[in-house]
């Protein structure tokens, strides 16, 4: 089945600073997704972004559904920025199922 | 409008016990999605409901879990005799149509198996 890796797997920031998460996959998809999971496990939808990119206040994303590759920007991070960060792809032949990577844990420290 | 929404929020039981969670999808999301999100991992696809079709349960880990969904609403998953490593929190997932759209996900419930 498809390969969903994230990086860094672990990143520790001071706040203010800028960060950039990584999705790597390994076949084509349909689908792709980044998430926040904050502290009290509820997922949030960061982008629905299955090629080009995608602006949200300081939040950026870019897919290269050619090179099979997703990045994730954060700008004058925040601690409540902190969490874990899921990329989750679709594969194409796999409907809408989502296939999530292991997720990077980011600490922003004050 | 009002998101996913699951109940129980938390559910310990004992081993060998029957546990029904319940979802509530985003109201006019065809497709409903259960994941299971082990401590310290990435959620795992369970099943998948898609109007009236049949759900798609190749994600399910044994004949110990099983869902049902009414109409394009409630949706239940039964786990029957569980076991330790049943302990997760599971993930529901609501989405407009099957085909290539955004999931949105409830808040999740924590079953903890003694």
């Known amino acids: 089945g498809i390969q969903v890796e994230q990086s860094p797997p672990d990143l520790i920031l001071q706040e203010g600073a800028n960060s950039t998460l990584r999705c790597n996959f390994s076949?084509?998809?349909?689908?792709l997704q980044w998430f926040h999971q904050n502290p009290w496990g509820q997922l949030i939808n960061l982008f629905y972004i299955p090629s080009g990119t995608k602006q949200n206040g300081r939040l950026s994303a870019t897919t290269v559904a050619t090179e099979r590759y997703s990045l994730l920007y954060i700008s004058s991070s925040q601690t409540t920025d902190s969490g874990v960060y899921f990329c989750a792809v679709a594969p194409m032949e796999y409907g809408n199922k989502l296939v999530f990577g292991a997720g990077t844990i980011l600490r922003v420290k004050s | 409008g009002a998101g996913v929404s699951q109940s129980p929020s938390n559910k310990v039981t004992e081993k060998g016990k029957d546990v029904e969670l319940r979802c509530d999808p985003i109201?006019?999301?065809?497709?409903l999605y259960w994941y299971r999100q082990r401590l310290g991992q990435g959620l795992e696809f369970l099943i998948y409901f898609q109007g009236n079709s049949a759900p798609d349960k190749s994600g399910l880990p044994s004949d110990r879990f099983s869902a049902e969904r009414t109409g394009e609403s409630v949706s239940t998953l039964t786990i029957q005799r569980t076991q330790q490593e049943d302990s997760a929190v599971y993930l529901c997932?609501?989405?407009?149509?099957?085909?290539?759209?955004?999931?949105?996900f409830g808040p999740g419930t924590r079953l903890t198996v003694l």
């Open positions: 997932a609501s989405s407009p149509s099957g085909r290539y759209h955004e999931q949105f």
């Open positions: 076949d084509s998809v349909n689908n």
């Open positions: 109201s006019g999301h065809t497709a």
